[in-house]
């Protein structure tokens, strides 16, 4: 692909470094990278990727822009909410380089659709928000032998890594399978700094320019670990794993892998039965016992700032953090009662209804996709945020 | 010996540290300080998907700590 006058001008500041060079930049311009998951790191990846002049961007999202996607996903406006991630995202990265060509797949990815859908790519950028999509990009990768550029975050915590089968390891040789639902808590319970998908999705686009052009040193091998608050990081030297059951020696994993998502929420009139079992119940059936007057309480284990954008009247709030010193005395009368416990999407509530049936408290049960679900299936007076 | 033992993601939340300095005996395994230092915050389901690391290298459970030894507990994560 010859460089115009107009390309050697616009990427001048980046051509004349001799590592890049025309030559560089010719291979840029050839390139297709995919970015799987617009959000926090795949915003500032796509924007940097576009701006450094990668010819062909695949982008790869199911969602649409959320206001309480604003403060890190930096590709969005206000103007902008409600509407599809990749149409927009689309739209601001042409103003970016008119020439970059787009391939907009409204879709989340899956184990049964990434095999086909990233074949078309030489490279892909994994800042997707869930362990199925991670995983199916991870076994995708290794078995069409792509490089896979991968990022995290939580919190004031960010991760990156390249995975390149035959070089190093793959995401499966540090973590062999998911976590078991509602171990892991993600970003809309957790927490994230705006700034850090900034950091990391520029760390992924960065490693994905020096592949391309082949050179420096890819983090091929080493986990970055970096710890923004106290602005430390860490280098794990990761080996790969000879029994890794993708990219081992006798691999048994020869198509992607697909698990369930603890952190999806099924839409309204999409979610099937109401049930009430021992340990979980729907927030419907919570909502219906209340009205009834049943003896049930409902725990609310979320940080008082969400009560008070939304919340149950009859919530009895006690923070998570908060629960093992206040337990006994503001629940221990209720040892033998029924709790339903609430928090954001049923994660945290997860944990402490774990911690309660092993303090005393046997009859603790969850309530399945949290206040968010509450508010689609039971009552949408509640607000989402 | 003293080793410290540094804290990621989860594991912040659940000790309310970013790492502690502990005093421990000599010949024990990484697993072995686990138990020691989350006690009844232990959670076998947690465990099996965490990553260890000593001195920033990757390490099975059953890898020996040595006097100074900077163990690392780094649970999986995928916010994006």
């Known amino acids: ?260 998502d603890s952190c999806i929420t099924p839409p309204a009139g999409l979610a099937g039965e109401d049930y009430d079992h021992e340990n979980r119940m729907t927030p419907r059936i919570a909502r219906r016992r209340l009205a009834a007057g049943e003896p049930l309480l409902v725990l609310d284990v979320r940080e008082p700032f969400e009560a008070a954008i939304a919340s149950i009247p009859q919530a009895k709030l006690i923070p998570l953090g908060d629960l093992p010193r206040r337990a006994d005395s503001e629940l221990g009368h209720l040892r033998e009662n029924e709790i339903a416990v609430l928090c954001h999407h049923g994660i945290r509530s997860a944990s402490a209804v774990e911690w309660l049936r092993s303090h005393g408290f046997k009859r603790a049960k969850n309530i399945d996709g949290g206040i968010d679900r509450w508010s689609l299936e039971a009552d949408s007076s509640i607000p989402r945020y | 010996m003293a080793i410290t033992v540094k804290f990621f993601a989860i594991y912040r939340d659940l000790m309310g540290r970013a790492e502690i300095a502990i005093e421990t005996s000599p010949g024990l395994k990484v697993a072995d300080i686990y138990t020691q230092v989350l006690g009844s915050k232990a959670r076998p389901e947690l465990r099996s998907v965490t990553m260890f690391a000593v001195n920033e290298q990757y390490v099975t459970a059953d890898t020996v700590v040595h006097d100074g030894d900077r163990v690392a507990f780094i649970p999986p994560v995928s916010g994006g």
């Open chain 1, 1 to 260: 692909m010859m460089l115009t006058p107009g390309d050697m001008a616009r990427w001048s500041r980046q051509i004349r470094l001799p590592q890049i060079g025309a030559e560089g930049q010719e291979k840029l311009a050839a390139a297709r990278v995919a970015i799987v998951g617009l959000g926090g790191l795949g915003c500032p990846a796509a924007l940097y990727l576009a701006a450094a002049g990668v010819g062909t961007l695949g982008l790869i999202d199911d969602d649409v822009v959320d206001l309480n996607n604003l403060h890190r996903q930096v590709l969005y406006r206000e103007g902008d909410i409600g509407q599809p991630k990749v149409v927009v995202a689309g739209q601001r990265l042409r103003g970016f380089n008119s020439q970059l060509r787009l391939m907009e797949h409204a879709l989340r990815l899956t184990a049964a659709n990434a095999m086909y859908i990233l074949a078309d790519y030489d490279l892909v950028i994994d800042g997707s928000d869930n362990f199925p999509t991670r995983y199916a990009v991870n076994d995708a990768c290794v078995i069409l032998k792509k490089p896979n550029v991968y990022g995290s975050v939580l919190q004031f915590e960010g991760r990156a890594s390249v995975f390149v089968s035959g070089l190093g390891p793959c995401y499966r040789c540090l973590y062999p399978s998911p976590p078991p639902i509602g171990v892991i808590p993600g970003c809309a319970d957790a927490g994230v700094l705006g700034a850090l998908p900034g950091m990391i999705g520029s760390i992924q686009a960065g490693e994905a320019i020096k592949l391309i052009c082949g050179i420096g040193d890819p983090l091929i091998g080493r986990l970055l670990v970096l710890d923004m608050l106290a602005m430390t990081n860490e280098h794990i030297q990761i080996p790969r794993n000879p029994n890794c059951a993708v990219c081992g020696d006798h691999p048994t994993i020869t198509q992607p892998v697909e698990y369930a």
